[in-house]
């Protein structure tokens, strides 16, 4: 009997495969795959990955936990895909009962991305004309920021201006910071030495190779993702608590 349970234990740990972390081709191989093979629409996966997200910083951040007595949170959101994420996290966050505020410097023309927009209009959440470079007002205003700027598509060694200059803000601030999928300014495939330190990463779908060494809170939210993917690019994903959206890695 021992040598029964010794042996199935064995085999048990021999089929416990580790998490596999993404490049940039694979990221975008999967997403194409979802839209083209398995239908996905990109408001949908947006959508799921949006309130995921804001799901993940209730988990960080719980209403209770917050320093300052309203439940404030900056939400920094990019002109493409991570920012149309980065405005669905702030629709969730204020249902959540938080007290999002949206800095959206670069609007995207994208049909998709005025719709999320419009959305969080209509939910009376603010959107700040100018990020103030006076770092000291963003850590009095703010209990944390969520960086939903430059996602795995950005090219990071040719970032173009306002981002430079709310990069180099962030990095100065005391709050927290929580990034969608990529820390913003990060190569996607290695962490970067100069770049944003973000106390949490959210990482969509499967990690990317820059979160292997990252040592804050890391969560992540891919369980949505079709079991013949999951095998086919032989993620590994880990199980999924109940019925949670998302895990803490």
């Keep these: 009997m021992d040598k029964m349970n010794h042996s199935s234990a064995e085999a048990e740990a021999e089929t416990i495969e580790p998490l596999r972390y993404l490049s940039k081709d ?6 194409t795959e979802l839209l083209r093979e398995y239908r996905f629409g ?5 959508e799921i990955w949006g309130q995921a997200c804001a799901l993940a910083i209730t988990k960080a951040y719980p209403l209770s936990s917050l320093a300052k007595k309203q439940p404030t949170v900056l939400v920094i959101c990019g002109p493409d895909q991570n920012g149309s994420i ?5 629709r969730h966050l204020r249902i959540y009962e938080y007290e999002p505020t949206i800095y959206h410097p670069k609007r995207s023309s994208h049909s998709l991305h005025q719709d999320f927009t419009v959305q969080c209009e209509k939910m009376d959440i ?10 000291q007002l963003i850590n009095d205003a703010y209990n944390l920021v969520i960086d939903a700027m430059l996602g795995p598509e950005a090219d990071c060694t040719n970032i173009k201006e306002p981002y430079p200059g709310i990069l180099a803000t962030l990095k100065q601030v005391k709050i927290p910071i929580a990034s969608v999928d990529v820390p913003s300014g990060w190569d996607v495939e290695e962490p970067s030495q ?3 330190n973000p106390d949490v990463l959210i990482s969509l779908t499967a990690p990317k190779k820059c979160a292997m060494s990252f040592s804050g809170k890391h969560f992540l939210a891919g369980r949505f993702l079709p079991y013949d993917i999951q095998k086919k690019y032989e993620l590994n994903l880990p199980d999924y608590p109940g019925t949670d959206c998302l895990i803490e890695l």
């Design 86 to 90: 980065g405005l669905v996290c702030a």
């Design 126 to 135: 603010p959107f700040l004309s100018y990020l103030p470079t006076e770092v």
């Design 42 to 46: 990109q408001q949908q996966l947006t």
């Design 26 to 31: 694979e990221a975008t191989a999967i997403e």
């Design 194 to 196: 100069d770049g944003i």
